[in-house]
């Protein structure tokens, strides 16, 4: 019964585990890499268990599915399935997996279309009673992150390939350039909407992170295309691209600090509890993405500056991990797994 009501309530941007796993075991698999794999293997383990709970979610409680897609405060969430997939697509390239990382690329990318197209429609036009815009949230950032993810993986496979790299190359530079599109789009929403309507202390939830999130994956993705063997598509924008990647590291390092200070103001200064929510692992992986990105820009523009601050905050990153990871399974014990849990089951994911 815990099972069920916890499949019901299963939120979309539960992939989000997945995506903070695995960019955590990439950060670590230069140096760590025993942990690094454990971290590979715990990511793929989430990634199987999300796919089935949510096709037995679109099974059994298909009007539980939709009503999440109408819904703008939320249907942003199915886009971490993109990332999740691109993510744990990378980590495998970077073992040499170029095969499995064509099939997780494919899918990836598919999705990321699909998803692109309709997830926006019908969240703008789904929402009855109060307008879409004053519901946008950091989970939009995601759309964004897709994108980029997308781009960071073609990225990966194109120098290992030796047939198809300008499909590839071509696939990485207008992901990424419509993912850098988006980004901004969503942040103009975004102030619109803090601007227009009131804003609670309940309303700052985690996913605001990945507005700094999707300024570390554009770095990444950025890095890994002036990375690339010659294209012409990739000869025709390595400069701009380059010099891209610099201004997004360095909006993203400005947006640490009012984020922090956010979280201050919400937990520490009006007192709202801070408890396990799926959204967490919204946080974890900007800080995750974070570290390996500056980690790439010190490597790929000669900056060891920036190199030493990606290692140092990789470390943070690690510790936040594990901290979200114990209280995952404490909340999941308790709601989902124990009778005691049954009466709140529908509350298992956050």
């Not at 095969?99 to 009855?128: D, E, N, Q």
């Not at 109060?130 to 993986?153: C, E, H, K, M």
């Not at 396990?276 to 490597?299: K, N, Q």
Request: charged residues 10%.
């Amino acid at each position: 019964m815990g099972i069920a009501a916890g499949i019901r309530g299963l939120t979309p941007g539960y992939f989000a585990f997945v995506m903070a796993t695995g960019i955590i075991s990439i950060g670590l698999a230069p140096t760590l890499p025993v942990l690094s794999n454990v971290l590979l293997v715990i990511a793929s383990i989430g990634y199987a268990i999300l796919i089935v709970g949510n096709l037995a979610r679109a099974v059994r409680y298909p009007e539980a599915m939709l009503a999440d897609v109408a819904d703008p405060a939320r249907s942003f969430g199915f886009f971490t399935f993109v990332a999740a997939t691109c993510v744990l697509g990378s980590r495998l390239v970077g073992d040499g997996l170029i095969a499995a990382g064509l099939v997780m690329l494919m899918a990836g990318a598919i999705s990321w279309i699909v998803l692109g197209y309709t997830v926006p429609a019908l969240a703008v036009r789904g929402r009855k009673g109060s307008p879409a815009l004053g519901i946008a949230n950091g989970t939009w950032f995601i759309w964004a992150v897709a994108s980029q993810s997308v781009a960071v993986l073609a990225a990966m496979i194109e120098p290992e390939v030796t047939t198809g790299r300008d499909a590839l190359a071509l696939l990485a530079v207008f992901s990424w350039s419509v993912g850098v599109f988006l980004y901004c789009t969503v942040g103009i929403l975004i102030a619109v909407r803090l601007l227009a309507h009131p804003f609670r202390p309940e309303d700052l939830t985690p996913p605001y992170w990945v507005a700094m999130g999707a300024t570390a994956i554009t770095v990444v993705a950025g890095a890994r295309i002036v990375m690339m063997a010659d294209a012409p598509m990739v000869d025709a924008t390595r400069g701009l691209i380059a010099g891209a990647a610099v201004f997004f590291w360095a909006f993203g390092t400005w947006l640490i600090p009012p984020l922090i200070a956010a979280g201050i103001w919400k937990h520490v200064i009006r007192r709202v509890p801070l408890t396990y929510e799926a959204t967490l692992w919204s946080i974890i992986f900007p800080l995750g993405m974070y570290g390996v990105g500056s980690r790439f820009l010190g490597d790929v523009d000669r900056l060891p500056i920036v190199h030493a601050i990606g290692t140092g905050e990789s470390w943070f990153a690690l510790g936040a991990w594990c901290l979200t990871f114990v209280a995952m399974g404490v909340h999941i014990w308790r709601t989902v797994l124990t009778p005691a849990g049954q009466s709140s089951g529908a509350a298992a994911t956050g």
